[in-house]
């Protein structure tokens, strides 16, 4: 609306005028004033805890009464290193995070894409993509366990007719099938984020652009490669690094969908960190884990966000 | 896009985005479609996508769980009251980070980014010995509270939008106008920012709604759960067997969130995005 008369504002505004330090000193206790009811939770039950369960990391902290905490040291971290079933929860950790952020990405950029053209029934599409963002993790955990039921699932009686199958399948407590079922279910949950930041990212890109290009003679194919995607590249970057920490750290879906069975072959680190936390009472370790995830997070961001530097420079 | 598409790309495109369509769509309409079936038809040996004798029961049934109407109301209160708090908290908070040049500003840019990357296991262990002295565990206020500082970071994020969209100009014009700090930030800036604080709150419940590891941690007593948590128990035990109840009651629960995010799709759609995207 006053799109044209802020450009035309002369910069007066902008300028800082030269204010007295009285002044300055009573908008800081304004600032600190407005700050304040939002600064004392924060410190007390997010930034407090945060840099306490870092230092439990490295104690042999236990739940209970009556129970003294010591300093350890990296006593947890050298039994980490022995402890084959975290390192196996890690890896399955790590595919996770990997298969569901890389398929989402995929998956959602290709919808983007489809959304971003002319086409018939792209409203019921658009609607429907967005439908798991307003869905309770548990609930999408439990409609998944409807749609993979083993008697009474939808797709054993869809594989079943389409002749694919001989025998109902129990997806979810099958060796093999667990973890795919499950990422399956995860890129599911995560599609409306992904499409609609990718979907915002298309809409800034010029067409002026890609008239351009159009004009010299390009096809679609080379105006994706060489236009549309150099320019998503910032908003590619900034989602799939999102939706890796999100899926590296997530609990509720698989929590519900497999409690990490069977076997283990689902159990995500967060379900195993809180299994020793909280169903052993393992505070100290289970802080440990946490600490070790965040270190593994940070390493993969940082190689992650440096190689997509310099492919940009 | 003045381009004209190929007679065989659009097939192919209308093609792909049918297959979108059947990935997205299938397992919502068969929840909705098990909710609507008698126990006989769910478990026949070849299901339809319609039921055939279409019933409530399964809904009465639902709402006959004493322990799922419970966890309802529990749920309600929890996300109303941390909407309301959330958004009275980070209201004032968002405005001075817009308009104040403090270094706190950077900080909190920090801590939201921080607050991503941080596996809840983290927070969540001394949180815990922090309730437990405050005897907080096992309380819905204590819940409350952790909802408020969970839900701070996209609260503040979203809010911060809103303020930087109010021109600067007017509060100047009302202080010119011998309007006092409070008499502006009451008179203009807030009737302004009324329909983000809408937006703001109705996010905030959803979120809190559909919440369910710290519910998991905070939570022990049964009276006391959240809708997500009885749901969870509910398939852990009985739920298993008796899909119908579990079908209509998730579907039930999904219906509050699903509402208030038709009101706020739009907005959260552009909203969001205009403030995080950046090309």
């Known amino acids: 609306m006053g799109l044209t008369s802020t450009t035309e504002r002369p910069d007066t505004s902008k300028q800082p005028r030269s204010r007295g330090s009285r002044q300055r000193q009573r908008q800081r206790r304004e600032a600190y004033l407005l700050l304040v009811p939002a600064l004392i939770p924060v410190l007390i039950f997010s930034v407090y805890p945060l840099l306490n369960g870092i230092y439990l990391g490295f104690t042999d902290s236990r739940a209970g009464l009556n129970r003294t905490t010591h300093f350890t040291g990296f006593e947890n971290y050298v039994r980490l290193l022995q402890n084959s079933m975290f390192w196996e929860s890690f890896k399955i950790g790590l595919v996770w995070a990997f298969g569901v952020t890389a398929i989402q990405f995929l998956l959602a950029l290709g919808l983007a894409l489809l959304l971003n053209q002319r086409l018939r ?65 995860g890129v599911w949950a995560g599609m409306p984020q992904t499409t609609v930041t990718l979907l915002a990212g ?32 910032p908003v590619i970057v900034a989602i799939t690094s999102l939706d890796f920490v999100w899926n590296f750290n997530s609990f509720g879906l698989v929590y519900v969908l497999t409690e990490g069975g069977p076997g283990g072959k689902t159990m995500l680190p967060m379900l195993f960190a809180y299994n020793e936390g909280f169903e052993y009472g393992n505070f100290g370790y289970a802080a440990a884990m946490g600490n070790a995830m965040v270190v593994l997070i940070i390493g993969l961001m940082a190689f992650y966000l440096w190689t997509r530097m310099r492919e940009a420079e | 896009m003045n381009t004209r598409t190929r007679p065989f790309i659009r097939l192919l495109q209308y093609a792909a985005l049918t297959g979108f369509l059947v990935f997205l769509a299938f397992p919502l309409v068969w929840m909705v479609s098990t909710a609507f079936k008698t126990p006989q ?8 996508l319609i039921p055939k004798h279409p019933t409530l029961s399964n809904f009465t049934m639902a709402l006959e769980e004493s322990s799922l109407v419970r966890a309802g109301v529990n749920s309600l209160l929890v996300a109303i009251s941390t909407a309301l708090v959330t958004v009275l908290v980070s209201l004032p908070a968002s405005y001075a980070l817009v308009r104040y040049r403090t270094w706190l500003r950077k900080v909190s840019l920090g801590w939201i980014l921080v607050s991503q990357i941080f596996p ?68 203009v800036v807030l009737p302004l920012l009324a329909p983000g604080l809408v937006a703001t709150s109705m996010f905030t419940f959803i979120i809190s709604w559909n919440e369910f590891f710290l519910a998991l941690v905070f939570l022990q007593n049964p009276d006391l759960n959240t809708l997500p948590l009885a749901l969870a128990r509910f398939i852990g035990a009985e739920g298993a067997v008796r899909l119908g109840p579990l079908a209509a009651g998730s579907l039930l629960a999904t219906l509050p969130g699903l509402v208030f995010f038709a009101i706020l799709q739009r907005r959260l759609t552009s909203g969001l995005m205009s403030g995080s995207v950046k090309g």
């Open chain 1, 202 to 233: 298309l809409q800034g890109v010029p067409s002026e652009l890609h008239e351009a290009g159009a004009v010299d003679g390009a096809t679609a194919w080379q105006r994706f490669w060489h236009v549309t995607l150099p320019q998503l590249r």
């Open chain 2, 120 to 187: 809840q296991i983290l927070i969540v262990i001394p949180l815990f010995m922090i309730m437990k002295q405050f005897q907080l565990l096992n309380s819905l206020v204590g819940l409350v509270l952790v909802y408020l500082v969970w839900a701070l970071p996209f609260t503040l994020w979203m809010l911060q939008g809103y303020v930087r969209a109010i021109p600067p100009e007017l509060e100047q014009a009302a202080a010119v106008d011998g309007a006092g700090k409070v008499r502006t930030l009451v008179s």
């Open chain 1, 121 to 185: 029934m792209r409203w019921l599409v658009r609607t429907l993509a967005l439908v798991p963002w307003a869905m309770p993790s548990v609930i999408v955990a439990i409609m998944w366990r409807l749609v993979y039921h083993p008697d009474a699932g939808l797709l054993n009686d869809v594989l079943t007719r389409m002749h694919l199958i001989d025998e109902n399948i129990n997806w979810l407590a099958d060796f093999s099938f667990a973890l795919p079922a499950v990422i399956v279910v």
């Open chain 2, 41 to 48: 038809e769910i478990v026949s040996l070849h299901p339809t």
